[in-house]
């Protein structure tokens, strides 16, 4: 099992930069995938951006290409979300989540198929 825990939301301006951290507890963080995953008020849980256990696939809503990247470092268990250039709908709260099913390339973007998730942090973008 891993437990998670999101750190590093806030609230700023548009156009503004953000990073989270979600730091993971337990063995094998580098045999997850992972993935961001926000929900807005009154909206569905949504994918954000992920990487693969391997660290070699990632892929991103196009809401975010090119804005929002993707890190993990293995030795801290630790994996990043750089956000830029931040708009007032990236408003929400951001789940980090971890999943070890599949192969080192496994990325899944559906949230049913993460079985673990920390308990959110919040950002906020005014405009």
């Known amino acids: 099992q891993v437990q998670l825990v999101e750190s590093g939301g806030g609230l700023v301006q548009a156009g503004a930069s953000l990073r989270l951290s979600c730091l993971a507890s337990?063995?094998?963080?580098?045999?997850?995938?992972m993935g961001w995953f926000r929900q807005a008020p009154g909206k569905e849980r949504e994918f954000v951006i992920g990487?693969?256990?391997?660290?070699?696939?990632?892929s991103s809503a196009d809401s975010v290409k090119g804005r929002f990247t993707i890190s993990r470092d293995n030795a801290k268990n630790t994996v990043y979300l750089q956000m830029n250039s931040l708009k007032p709908e990236d408003t929400a709260v951001y789940y980090c989540?971890?999943?070890?099913?599949?192969?080192?390339?496994?990325?899944?973007?559906?949230?049913?198929?993460?079985?673990?998730w920390g308990q959110g942090t919040q950002v906020s973008v005014s405009s």
């Open positions: 990487m693969s256990a391997s660290g070699g696939r990632t």
């Open positions: 337990g063995r094998s963080f580098s045999s997850y995938s």
């Open positions: 989540a971890a999943t070890r099913v599949g192969s080192g390339s496994y990325l899944p973007t559906r949230p049913v198929s993460y079985a673990y």
